[in-house]
Structures are given as structure tokens and as C-alpha cells.
């Protein structure tokens, strides 16, 4: 059995649904298409006695997926265009969705793996790093802030890498992404689609991933991690700037200081107390809260000039106002967090 739609392909082979991310020209970035295709069919296979798995992963060799259809959201939020919310709304019912589903979700990720596409990856079962992985949440480097359920799995991870990895936006590969727990196995590229294949057969989904899993080596970040945990432990982001310059790991502290420079310090502002509230959140009411921040956010320019500059006329050089951390306003970002009224995110 098997059905699509333009942007995702759907099927059943034994028991396990199969769902492929189907834009590598795009490099699988999510559409509101792909939403709520998505949304129709994990809903059906929830309750199909036929389905006792499901797997996710993407067509092409690049990327498992880059991201939300960013460009389409500053064309709809330039516009003025409802369906800018509708996605985020649409998109984070979908991650609640993959978070609460009751029967193993796994994600089969090679390539770039960022935003959107860590938001229908990161939150399932089983999370299968193949050896091309390159895990971000870049998102403070366009003028958002990490969403799609970054709120709760980021704090969770050790020693305030997920602050480090929030703030900075760093690419890491499936060594790291595994010691942080982002990803839950880690198997060589060539042999996922093998996995794949016995999946679609084996009775127990943990002792058959087990038989392809291999361990990485060691990651880039495993001899930063003290540094990370003495920096990032920071009152605020000030402060782990502050502890950057005298940290005794030269190198990476300064290369990780420069890096937090060119982020939008609003955006800074946000992804820090919107991960250190967070971590004391249930996952549903981050994905509020993110809601919350999101709607904001589309009403403001950073967002846009962010795009602006990083992918349409991408001359790296967004103008963020204010342009400095010390000029953000307190109360500025208190706007960015509070309740919505009618408008809140409703999650069934």
C-alpha cells in the first residue's frame, strides 16, 4: 500500500509505515504541505493495528532536512499572510504529535538535519544518526530563536551543551549529536538503508537497530565540554560572554564568543530565558510557549531582516536593531513571552 502527496511520499511495507521527506532540490525543508500531510497520516497510524512502527527519512543524499520553508515564511509574513501562523501552529501540533506517539517513531537522519527537520526527528523513539548527520539549530543567525520543541530537548541535554548549541547555532556531527543524546543510535551511512529493510520485518525495533549500530569516534566537542559547562552556566547571556573571554580554552572560547557576535542579540535575549524556563516546562507547555514567542516574532523585522540577509540577498550582513546585547530592553522580550488570550496554542 502506498500513497503521496508533491512533498512527501507515504507507504506501508510489512508493518511499518514509511514516511519520505521528498524536496532534495530543497533540501527536504518542511512546507505547510508537508505538515499537515504528515498530521493526516500519523493520526491514521496511530490507530491502525496494521502499523506497529514507523520510520522516517528523506530522498536524496544532502540533507535528511535543512529546515522550515523559510523563504515562504517571510514571503507570507512580509505579506501579512495568515498561513505564516497557521504553519508555525500547524508545525508544532505536528512535533506534540511525534513526541506523544504510541508506537516507535524512528528517524533515519543523514545530511543536514536543522530546524523543521529536527523538529520531525528529535522528538520520536528512536533517533538513528547515519555518518553524514549535521545536526543545528541555527536559528538566532536569522533573527528567531530555536523552536520546534528546542524549548524542552535543549536544556535537557548535559553540562548546558543545548545552551551552547541554541545560542551558538554549531554544526555537529553523530559523534556529539550521540553523547548528547540528540541521537539515540548511530549507524554508518551505508548500511541505513539495509536498516531500513529489516525494520520493515523485525519484531523488536531496539535489537535490530542494536545489530547495525556502530560506535562514531569521538566528537568535536568532547574536549570542550568543561568549557561549555563553565560558560554556559551564565546568569544571562552577557555573563557567558563574560565568562567566555577568561575561560583557559583559548581557542574554542574565543571562536565561540565571535560566533555568538554575529547572532541577533534579541534573538539571544530570547533563546536564553526561553530555554532556561524550559527546562522546568512539561513539553506541551513549551510548545505554548514557543507559540507564544513565534507570533511575536512575526510581528517585529528582526525575522525578516534575518532572511534578508542570510537567504535572499544573502550578503551576510543583516542589520539587527538594536545591533548591541546591552541595548536590548528587559521589557522588550517580556512581550515576546506572554500569553496569547484567545489565541493560545491548543493541543488535543
Known amino acids: 500500500m502506498s500513497g503521496s502527496v508533491d512533498e512527501a511520499l507515504f ?15 530543497a533540501l527536504n525543508a518542511v512546507t505547510l504541505g508537508i505538515v499537515r500531510a504528515m498530521q493526516r497520516q500519523l493520526d491514521a497510524w496511530a490507530n491502525d493495528v496494521g502499523i506497529d512502527r514507523v520510520i522516517i527519512k528523506a530522498a536524496g543524499e544532502r540533507a535528511f532536512s535543512a529546515g522550515g520553508d523559510v523563504r515562504q515564511l517571510y514571503e507570507w509574513g512580509q505579506a501579512g499572510d495568515p498561513n505564516a501562523r497557521d504553519f508555525y501552529r500547524e508545525e508544532y501540533r505536528l512535533n506534540t504529535t511525534i513526541k506523544r506517539f504510541p508506537k516507535p517513531y524512528i528517524a533515519l537522519i543523514d545530511g543536514i538535519v536543522m530546524g523543521g527537520g529536527v523538529g520531525v526527528s528529535v522528538h520520536g523513539s528512536h533517533r538513528v544518526a547515519g555518518s553524514n548527520m549535521l545536526f543545528a539549530m541555527p536559528e538566532t543567525g536569522i533573527g528567531l530563536f530555536p523552536d520546534v520543541g528546542g524549548t524542552y530537548f535543549l536544556p535537557r541535554l548535559p553540562v548546558e551543551a543545548g545552551m551552547y548549541l541554541g545560542l551558538t547555532g554549531a554544526r555537529i556531527g553523530p559523534a556529539d549529536a550521540l553523547a548528547l543524546g540528540i541521537a539515540t543510535h548511530a549507524v554508518p551511512s551505508e548500511r541505513l538503508g539495509a536498516l531500513e529493510e529489516a525494520l520493515t520485518s523485525a519484531g523488536d525495533v531496539d535489537a535490530c537497530i542494536a545489530n547495525f549500530a556502530a560506535r562514531p569516534g569521538e566528537g568535536k566537542l568532547a574536549g570542550h565540554m568543561e568549557a561549555i559547562g563553565r560558560c554556559f552556566a551564565g546568569t544571562d547571556v552577557a555573563d557567558i560572554l563574560a565568562r567566555l573571554a577568561g575561560d583557559p580554552d583559548r581557542p574554542f572560547a574565543e571562536k565561540t564568543a565571535t560566533t555568538i557576535a554575529t547572532k541577533s542579540p534579541t534573538s539571544l535575549a530570547i533563546t536564553y530565558r526561553q530555554l532556561r524556563e524550559g527546562a522546568g516546562l512539561s513539553f506541551e ?64
Open 11 to 25: 507507504a506501508q511495507r510489512g508493518r511499518a509505515g514509511i514516511i519520505t521527506l521528498n524536496r532534495p532540490k
Open 285 to 348: 507547555d513549551c510548545m505554548r510557549l514557543e507559540f507564544r514567542i513565534v507570533n511575536r516574532v512575526l510581528q517585529h523585522q528582526e525575522f525578516f531582516e534575518g532572511v534578508r540577509a542570510i537567504i535572499i540577498d544573502k550578503d551576510n550582513a543583516p542589520r539587527w536593531n538594536p545591533a548591541r546585547l546591552e541595548d536590548v530592553d528587559p521589557a522588550d522580550i517580556d512581550a515576546y513571552f506572554a500569553d496569547l488570550g484567545d489565541a493560545e496554542l491548543v493541543l488535543t
